[in-house]
């Protein structure tokens, strides 16, 4: 699902326009987000479309509220996080457990491939286990030749089968991040 048009930055890896498109014609009307480099396109491309909210939090927990109050409100919702935010979600992943909501989220990862920042490492070595600890499936991409079809197979699994689940994109894919200077 290559999408392209007009006002897409053509220097965005292309399956940065997948994921958005993906959500959009999903149904998804409200995206809740901790601001973040890897999401910076879709999270642009959310608040740029008028059939689409962006929720800006404050903690990713906030997030999973979020997405589980618009499910009882009758939209489709998902959840833009990196890797070190899971830990700040645990305790609230038992809502969607004891509630049933599908559940969708997509995760850039920190701590892993050229990773600078020494304090990224521990989470990111325990977001997959941790998430699935909680009892919430996890698809990964790598490539960008299986980003489509992985936030493509989530997505369905969560608002077709009633799943809670986690797409994790990983770090090598969303590239080598460093320090800007200002």
Known sequence: MNSSSGNVND???AWREDIFSILKHGGVKQVAY????GHSHVIQRVHADPDMRGVVLTTEEEGVATVCG????????????????????????SLIANCGFPFFSIITMRGEWAEFNQWQSPM???????IELMGITVLRADRPEDVAS??????????????AVCVLLGQRLIGKKKWEAK
């Open 11 to 13: 220097s965005q890896p």
């Open 34 to 37: 901790v601001p973040d480099a």
């Open 70 to 93: 618009a499910w009882l409100g009758g939209q489709r919702a998902a959840l833009l996080m990196q890797s070190s935010g899971v830990g700040n979600c645990i305790n609230m992943f």
């Open 124 to 130: 990111g070595k325990a977001t997959q286990a941790a």
């Open 150 to 163: 992985t936030v493509e197979a989530g997505f369905d699994a969560a608002f077709e089968g009633g799943e």
